[in-house]
Structures are given as C-alpha cells and as structure tokens.
C-alpha cells in the first residue's frame, strides 16, 4: 500500500515550524464538573476514546521519494499516556509561570474565588513544540480552576487538521453526538482513480497536464504580484511585532487572554449597522486594537493600518470536515486610524466585500495556495526561509472556527466555553481566533508573553469596545 503524502500546505505547516515557533492550534474548553473526580475522569474517557481514532494515531515520517516530501503511517507504539495528561492547574500555573487573562461574564466564571484561572496554564503550554516522532497532538486535562469546573486544553498541529478538521478530532473525543457529521475517524483523501496507461495514453493527457500547468502558473504568479501590491509593513504598531529570537532560541513565551461576549449583542450590531457577523467581529478587533494603543500610549497609525490576514476554508459547503487543510485567506488592512466605531465596521465590511467578490484563490490572501506550486525538497529546503518572511506577508491573524450548534459533554460534564487558540508567525507578538458556542462569541487570544506583557487589558478592551457599540446603535 502506497503511503498518503501530506498535502503541499500540509507540508509548509510541518517545514516551517522551529521551537521558538510551534505551529499548532489549541482550544481551550471550559467545563462545568460533574462531581469531585470529574477532570480525572475526563481524562480516563480521553485516553480510551483517542485509542480508537486512528485520525489521532498517526504520526508523519519523511520519506525517500518525492525528495523533501513526508508522509503518515501508524505509530507502532501508540501509547495515550503520551497524550493525554492530567495536570492540576495551580501546580502547572506555578512550575511554567504562566500569565493568563480572561474578562466577560463567562470568562470571569471560569474560575471561583481564589482558584488559578485555567489560561494560566494555557499559555506555557501553548509555547511547548509537539512531539515531532509521535501523532502530532496532545490533551492536557486541567483540574482545579474551580470549585465547581475544569479545563481541557486541546494541540492539534496544522498539518494534521485546519480548524474545522480540528474540530472533527476533538469532536471524536467528547460524548457521542449523532447529528454531527464527522464519524469517529476523520477520513483521508478519496483514493484516486487509476489514469490509463501506455504511450497512447500518455500523450493523449499531455494536453490537459500542459494547460493545467500553465493555469497553476498564472495563478500562482497572480498571487505573488498581489502580495507584492500588498507592500512591506507600513503604520503598524510596536506592538504587533515581537523581537527575533536568538541563534538556537528554545520555546518562546505564551500568554493566553478568553473573552465571553453575548452573541444577541453582536447581533444587534449587525442588525442596525448592516453586514455580517463576521464583519463586526472583525471591527470589534479593531476598535479594541485602537483603544489598547491609546491605553497604553502607543501612537496610532496613520492611513493603511496593520494587516490582518482571515483565514477562509476552501471546504464545500456543508461537506465534513476532513483531514489536513483546506485553506486559503483574504487580507484585510485594520482601519486603526478611524476613530467612529460605525466608519470603522462599514470600512471592514467593504474590504471584505471586495474580498470576497476575488474570490479566495486571487489577492495577496491567497498566499497558502503558492505552496500547491512548490515541490516537496522546495518546502525542506525554504521552510526556514517561509517562517521568517511571515512578518512580511502580513501583521496579525484574525481567525474564526464555526462550531456546530450543538452541546458538547465529555463524561457527564457540560462544555460551557469554547476558547479557539491560533498559532503565532515568527516576528509577530499577536493572534485572535474566534469561535461561537451555546448563544456565546469565544475569543482567544495568544500573544508573545514579552512583547505584550499586558494582553489582559486588550482583552478588557475588547469587551469595552462592544459595550460602546452597541451604545451606539441602542
């Protein structure tokens, strides 16, 4: 049996990573306990439940042929104990350091008086690389941030899934949910269908790999000359760009922020001022961006704000969530520099609009695709190179993960919040995901713990920036 091949993005995702720089996503779900041995029994469920997807028992190996290239195959010692961990959240807040943040009626809630909020021991844990010789991903059950919850901090490295791949693991993993489309294994590619062969054959489908040449060729030369338009960092904050790390430089540092805001409100925004959901997401960023520049007396840009890269999925709609990645992305300059929250939101949604008449294959969002055109030895080689010009291509990540309108239990207890985690680029202090649960927005935010040792205020803006608007659209 031949081996699967990770996809070229796939690929990208596994080259460019570095210690400094891991390259895994996370979530960080927040559950109501059901009795006192709920997070142990949490992660007894976990453990036996990830034995039996064989999505979560893989690991990638390189192999000869493509040069460069890498590929999955079962790990022969698949053990859980090197996957899921039990961890009490004072002790793991205590031994890494960690700094957390968390504002909003439900973030507060994550933690009673006097217990350790479970983000602070989220954000050293984010900062530490998977284990490359093992399936890339890892539970880590934290007990104790309450009298009455727990955490469980979810690792999925981005070349195993993207977000909604994500999702499908993690869904395998909590109580069964029949209307959820993902099975208990999430599926690889569709096995293609053998071409005809001979020399007769072979000429008759020259035609058709030429013009399909050329076409990835055009595209890809598109993309190239649309990042190029995009320009070199102009306006964008100190704060957005974190210091290199040194020569052989270990894990960086990780802070991690939560922010639980009401859905019915952003929905009131939306209603009043027009656009999508996602468009007030999107400017609610940016308004909290401006004031936690002004808070902290940082100069706002002038004219073009930093760039936010959105991930789009390339997934059908309504298709299932599969293996690896299906992405591409828009670009999206933050307009920082306009002060009314309403120009604000009308200035996102007109860049999105013009986004989305592109479409996601063209502009300098679209950069993921230019991996389809590079051959695996190409993705070795460069890898190091890619990570390093991440600070060129764009400032911040702005992301958002759909989950399904479903509840999620695991061993009786209740899923009550939903943080998506995003990775951060080399060179750059700052990324927001975004995900909405049970009626809840869920923002996460992971910063370079140095570069910005306040994230709890940008997360206090954020929620200040909500209450403003919808005092002006009330």
């Known amino acids: 049996m031949s081996p699967e091949h990770l996809s070229p993005l796939d690929l990208a995702f596994w080259r460019i990573e570095s210690a400094a720089h891991p390259m895994h996503l996370g979530a960080l779900a927040v559950l109501s306990a059901d009795g006192p041995d709920a997070a142990a029994r949490a992660a007894a469920l976990l453990a036996e439940r990830c034995a039996g997807l064989p999505g979560l028992r893989r690991r990638i190996h390189d192999v000869l042929l493509p040069v460069g290239a890498a590929a999955w195959s079962p790990d022969p010692d698949f053990d859980p104990a090197r996957h899921v961990f039990l961890t009490d959240a004072a002790a793991a807040a205590a031994r890494t350091g960690g700094s957390a943040a968390g504002t909003g009626a439900a973030g507060a809630g994550a933690a009673g008086a006097g217990a350790v909020d479970p983000r602070a021991a989220a954000g050293p844990l984010m900062a530490r690389p998977l284990d490359r010789t093992r399936p890339p991903w890892e539970a880590h059950v934290l007990a104790g941030p309450g009298p009455d919850s727990f955490a ?36 690889g590619p569709a096995r ?13 489908r020259l035609p058709g790999v030429f013009a399909s040449r050329v076409h990835d060729l055009g595209q890809a030369l598109e993309i190239g ?94 298709a299932a969530p599969g293996a690896g990645n299906r992405l591409s992305g828009y670009l999206l300059r933050l307009p920082l520099a306009e002060g009314d929250p309403l120009r604000r939101l009308y200035a996102v949604r007109a860049g999105m609009d013009r986004n989305k008449e592109a479409g996601p294959a063209r502009g300098a969002g679209a950069v993921a695709l230019l991996a389809d055109h590079v051959h695996p030895l190409g993705h070795r080689l460069g890898g190091p190179l890619v990570a390093q010009a991440a600070r060129l291509l764009y400032d911040i990540l702005v992301t958002s993960v759909p989950l399904p309108g479903l509840t999620f239990t695991l061993g009786g207890s209740t899923v009550r919040e939903v943080y998506p985690l995003a990775p951060l680029a080399r060179g750059q202090s700052l990324a927001i995901a975004v995900s909405t649960y049970k009626g809840t927005v869920h923002y996460g935010l992971v910063a370079d713990a140095a570069a910005v040792p306040d994230l709890a205020a940008l997360a206090g803006a954020l929620r200040a920036e909500l209450d403003a608007f919808v005092r002006e659209v009330s």
């Open 152 to 187: 469980v901090l979810f690792k999925f490295h981005h070349a195993l899934a993207d977000g909604l791949g994500a999702l499908a693991l993690a869904a395998g993993l909590f109580d069964r949910q029949p209307p959820f489309a993902p099975g208990p294994a999430v599926r």
């Open 192 to 204: 293609p269908v053998p071409a005809p062969r001979g020399p007769g054959a072979a000429l008759r």
């Open 225 to 318: 000359a649309a990042v190029a338009r995009a320009g070199l960092p102009l306006g964008v904050p100190d704060a957005l760009v974190a210091a290199e790390p040194g020569p052989g430089a270990g894990a960086g540092s990780r802070s991690v922020a939560g922010l639980a805001l009401d859905l019915d409100e952003v929905n009131l925004i939306r209603k009043a001022a027009g656009g999508t959901v996602n468009d007030v997401l999107i400017a609610l960023v940016a308004g909290a961006l401006r004031r936690w520049l002004a808070e902290r007396g940082d100069p706002l840009p002038r004219g073009a704000g930093p760039r936010a890269l959105i991930p789009v999925s390339r997934r059908r709609p309504g």
